[in-house]
């Protein structure tokens, strides 16, 4: 599988979202009790996020396209997860690849 994604890579193509967002290098996310809690090594800075059980921290691991999150959400959930994740763009502990 590999060598079969380095010859699509070669020909401009990757299987990567292409407008995808991640974790940022510099910043570590763990589960706690409340929720998610994002720690940015440059700073240092901490950020606590009340998500509960909604988003596990292995979801900020891999590439995403900025809409996609677990299955299984109301309507409210995805609103309010699409506007925490655009926060965490904005202050940095995401960044878009």
């Known amino acids: 599988m590999l060598r079969n994604w380095q010859s699509t890579a070669s020909a401009g193509f990757t299987r990567m979202a292409a407008a995808g967002i991640r974790l940022?290098?510099?910043?570590?996310v763990r589960q706690e009790g409340f929720g998610?809690?994002?720690?940015?090594?440059?700073?240092?800075r901490l950020l606590f996020a009340e998500t509960g059980t909604l988003l596990p921290s292995e979801f900020f691991g891999t590439v995403r396209s900025r809409d996609e999150l677990p299955e299984g959400l109301s309507d409210q959930?995805?609103?309010?997860?699409?506007?925490?994740?655009?926060?965490?763009?904005?202050?940095?502990?995401?960044?878009?690849?």
């Open 24 to 28: 940022h290098p510099a910043c570590r």
């Open 36 to 44: 998610l809690l994002f720690y940015d090594s440059r700073g240092p």
């Open 77 to 97: 959930q995805k609103k309010a997860l699409q506007k925490f994740v655009a926060q965490l763009l904005e202050k940095g502990f995401l960044r878009e690849q």
